[in-house]
């Protein structure tokens, strides 16, 4: 099984799940990571209030980041098969890149979120969606039977 391991991909499945644990982390540890991690000053408040908004966003997202995680495993060879594989790593590798380079329009959205949030965020997602990229490249021919 080693020689199928796709290893980028393994990689990405790391990044993604460290990701979560950051998010989650900020549940933990509260609103000074909200504020390092730049998430903005209203998130911070919020989360220090004991309103609900910081807990479920961060929650949604963390899960969001574990499942991807977990397709990236799969899409390495690392566990079972699972359904949609490939169209799944596709959807995820684009979202990685989109939010890695186009996060100026975005940001108009979310207008509590410091330029440092990001331009780190987005940097991190690039990368993340690269290595994605490159992985799902070269696993291109052994996930093509997933169509079957």
Not at 89 to 112: D, E, H, Q, S
Request: proline share 3%; with cysteine; aromatic share 8%.
């Amino acid at each position: 099984m080693a020689s199928s391991t796709n290893k980028l991909l393994m990689v990405g499945a790391v990044l993604s799940g460290l990701a979560a644990l950051v998010h989650l982390a900020c549940l933990v540890l509260g609103a000074p990571l909200f504020r390092l991690l730049g998430a903005g000053e209203q998130m911070a408040q919020l989360h220090l209030a004991g309103h609900w908004y910081p807990t479920i966003v961060t929650l949604v997202i963390a899960s969001v980041l574990a499942g991807w995680s977990v397709y990236a495993l799969s899409g390495a060879g690392v566990i079972r098969r699972l359904p949609l594989r490939r169209t799944a790593l596709c959807a995820i590798t684009a979202i990685y890149l989109v939010r890695g380079v186009a996060f100026v329009p975005v940001m108009a959205y979310f207008p509590g979120n410091s330029r440092t949030f990001w331009a780190v965020s987005s940097s991190i997602c690039l990368v993340i969606g690269l290595v994605h990229l490159v992985g799902l490249r070269q696993s291109w021919a052994r996930l093509s039977g997933d169509a079957a």
